[in-house]
């Protein structure tokens, strides 16, 4: 979750980007505008009398039994598909731009990671209609949510309507951010282009700052849930949006500045510029992991260098020693192989104190973990 941006673009309506849908893929057809809705859950026999009993915080009576061979993550699935179903609609049904992007990509989340061998494609109608809105409107946000979604693990755009994105326009419509000339230098790495990741790094070292947009998204989506929503269904909420999470910053920056790397002038330059932007301007706490190894490895001052590992160190103990093992940084839900015991209510309710404490701070991670820690500091 990282720092919110001012928009810049055009508010279109849905039925306006519908008709002109055929321009996107004419080789393809006409991707149509899709609502958004929660994954169908499998249907399954009634409960039987030797049924498994949940505990899950938020239901009660028979909700609390399997059905059939469920598993805990169908279960849970099964029953907060309701709610959750609802809270997407009504984001993409919304009139506002970047809450009917939200609703979109929602409606092809993964909280569940895929088997090996099952990766889903991204060419989706869901998709194809996010692509649509984030060119009709040019909203950098809405822009960097689709380059998301389609991108692959070389940072190409996925076939079909994705292919009419580009890092290289996210860059010219967000003039002064640092970020997608980041992803356009990681792309160049990818395939050996060394003069455009030197073209790259050139631009993100000389941006204004970085805009990352999760704050933003993320206080849309969260405060658009019920306020009678049960504690299951908003910590389902906030599992199902982690998985749609824009990634900021890519990981590949560590290599572009490597020890190595900074030996030139030039690049030990762009580099300390790169690693200073995330030190001040970084919402995650891995923003702040890469400004204090980048810090390190290019010789920032001391004091520096030590602030960055002091809130490093102390956002990570936040972390491994909440009762809540759903934060963003940390395990996600779905991979839980304990039986069912992360849906009891200390975690389930652990996991909403860490989502208001992210409200709180705006969508900014990094300022919630700080609070997190001093309200545990302070109770203790």
């Given amino acids: 979750m990282l720092a919110l941006r001012l928009v810049r673009g055009v508010r279109t309506a849905p039925r306006q980007i519908a008709t002109r849908s055929a321009q996107l893929s004419a080789s393809r057809g006409k991707p149509e505008r899709v609502v958004a809705h929660a994954t169908a859950q499998p249907a399954f026999s009634q409960p039987g009398d030797n049924a498994v009993r949940d505990e899950l915080c938020g239901a009660s009576g028979p909700a609390l039994l399997r059905v059939g061979d469920e598993t805990i993550v169908q279960h849970v699935a099964r029953v907060t598909e309701p709610g959750i179903s609802r809270w997407k609609s009504s984001l993409a049904a919304s009139e506002d731009p970047r809450r009917q992007a939200i609703g979109l990509a929602l409606a092809d989340a993964r909280p569940r990671p895929p088997r090996p061998?099952?990766?889903?494609?991204?060419?989706?109608?869901?998709?194809?209609?996010?692509?649509l809105l984030a060119i009709e409107t040019d909203d950098p946000a809405i822009y960097a949510l689709a380059?998301?979604?389609?991108?692959?693990?070389?940072?190409?755009?996925?076939?079909?309507?994705?292919?009419?994105?580009?890092?290289?326009?996210?860059?010219?419509?967000?003039?002064?951010?640092?970020?997608?000339?980041?992803?356009?230098?990681a792309k160049a790495d990818h395939v050996g282009d060394q003069k455009d990741v030197e073209d790259a790094l050139a631009k993100a070292s000389t941006a204004a700052g970085i805009e990352e947009y999760e704050p933003g998204f993320y206080v849309q989506a969260m405060g658009a849930l019920p306020g009678d929503a049960s504690p299951l269904e908003r910590a389902v909420a906030g599992a199902e949006f982690n998985s749609i999470l824009l990634g900021g910053a890519p990981i590949v920056i560590a290599s572009l500045c490597s020890v190595t790397a900074i030996q030139q002038p030039v690049r030990k330059e762009q580099c300390s510029a790169i690693a200073t932007l995330l030190a001040k301007q970084g919402s995650t706490l891995f923003d702040v992991a890469q400004a204090s190894t980048l810090a390190d490895w290019l010789g920032f001052p001391e004091d520096i260098r030590t602030a960055l590992k002091a809130e490093e160190r102390t956002a990570r103990h936040t972390v491994a020693s909440s009762p809540n093992p759903w934060t963003t940084t940390g395990p996600d839900p779905w991979t839980d192989q304990s039986g069912g015991s992360r849906f009891r209510c200390d975690n389930v309710r652990g996991y909403g104190a860490f989502i208001d404490a992210i409200l709180a701070a705006r969508g900014n991670e990094r300022v919630a973990l700080a609070a997190v820690g001093r309200a545990a500091k302070g109770a203790k």
């Fill in 147 to 185: 380059l998301s979604q389609c991108r692959d693990d070389g940072d190409n755009m996925a076939p079909g309507p994705c292919e009419g994105l580009s890092f290289e326009h996210w860059a010219a419509i967000d003039p002064g951010n640092a970020i997608p000339w980041l992803w356009i230098a």
């Fill in 117 to 131: 061998g099952d990766e889903p494609s991204k060419d989706t109608p869901v998709n194809n209609s996010l692509v």
